[in-house]
């Protein structure tokens, strides 16, 4: 069973940065692809950025490319999104994601799913 638990969410004014940290309880966590997720109010779930096994593989959606980092410490089981300028459109729930098959950009791809951490970027 893959545990995977974000923190670092919270409120910040818009400009304003964030670093988000999802830890894994899993011994082949530096095998796996990881990624993050966003659900904003009345929306669906949608891709933020994703982490390769590797460290040297990142993919971002378009709306947070120049913005937004992903890195990982795999000697720590984290991955962490390291988020900058913010804008109010950035506000929702951020899920991190472990394990995919198929497109890893949808989150029907992933195996594990964090509980979320809430992000709330004030105008």
Do not use: H
């Amino acid at each position: 069973q893959v545990q995977l638990v974000e923190s670092g969410g919270g409120l910040v004014q818009a400009g304003g940065s964030l670093r988000l940290s999802c830890a894994a309880s899993v011994r082949t966590f530096s095998t796996y692809t990881m990624a993050w997720f966003r659900r904003a109010p009345g929306k669906e779930r949608e891709f933020v950025g994703a982490i390769a096994w590797s460290r040297s593989v990142t993919d971002y959606a378009d709306s947070v490319k120049g913005r937004f980092t992903i890195s990982r410490e795999n000697a720590k089981n984290t991955v962490y999104l390291q988020m900058n300028s913010l804008k109010p459109e950035d506000t929702a729930v951020y899920y991190c994601a472990a394990s995919y098959a198929g497109t890893y950009t949808r989150p029907g791809s992933y195996a594990y799913w964090g509980q979320g951490t809430q992000v709330t970027v004030s105008s």
